[in-house]
Nanobody, 125 residues
Framework: QRQLVESGGGVVQSGGSLRLSCRTS????????IGWFRQAPGKEREGIAC????????LYTDSMKGRVSISRDKEKNMVYLEMNNLRPEDTGVYSC??????????????????WGQGIQVTVST
């Protein structure tokens, strides 16, 4: 059974940093792209970044570009999202998701088939 589990969320002050983790299980990791998404209160879910687990290629959207970095640890089946200079408008539920790497990198939520349950990130003023 394929699973994605996020961790590392919480409350951080404006200007602070957080590192989110996505633990994958039941996947043959080399066959997948893992993406990070977020949904702010009252807004649609938006993509942040994704990474090809096989070759490490990455793609970032403009939503947090310059303030985030996505990385992977294949041996641990983990994907990380390092977020810096966080702002109150970054508050939301952050989720990781997986898609077959055959279809390439992507940052739109409907292009992903497997999802974690999400984790709350709150940035206080």
């Amino acid at each position: 059974q394929r699973q994605l589990v996020e961790s590392g969320g919480g409350v951080v002050q404006s200007g602070g940093s957080l590192r989110l983790s996505c633990r994958t299980s039941g996947f043959t990791v080399d066959f997948w792209v893992i993406g990070w998404f977020r949904q702010a209160p009252g807004k649609e879910r938006e993509g942040i970044a994704c990474i090809d687990m096989s070759d490490g290629r990455t793609l970032y959207t403009d939503s947090m570009k310059g303030r985030v970095s996505i990385s992977r640890d294949k041996e641990k089946n983990m994907v990380y999202l390092e977020m810096n200079n966080l702002r109150p408008e970054d508050t939301g539920v952050y989720s990781c998701a997986a898609r077959d790497r055959f279809y390439g990198l992507a940052t739109r939520d409907y292009e992903y088939s497997e999802w974690g349950q999400g984790i709350q990130v709150t940035v206080s003023t």
